[in-house]
């Protein structure tokens, strides 16, 4: 596994836990998904999953902007570890 592939991992992996911790948003996620708790407890080790979760939460600036600042990380950190993940090098606009 190459270094970004891990990172991207690694920062998709936080950004689930922020966003299972998030009492607002965690059911705008599952209702968009129509993920169960079961699937997100098994999706948490699956790279595809983990990139559907970033592509969840930057769907709005403020969450991006939020997780980031939580983190103390750049705000195109999500996007260049979505990049690395499974499905993540094809932008798809419509």
Known sequence: MSHAREFAETLALQCFTWLAGNEELLPIFMG?????????????QDPVFLGSVLDFVMMDDAWVIEFCATQGIAN?????ARM?????EHVNWT
Do not use: I, N
């Open 84 to 88: 690395a993940l499974p499905g993540g």
């Open 76 to 80: 195109d950190s999500l996007m260049r």
């Open 32 to 44: 968009a998904s129509g993920v169960s708790e079961e699937d997100m407890r098994k999706g948490a």
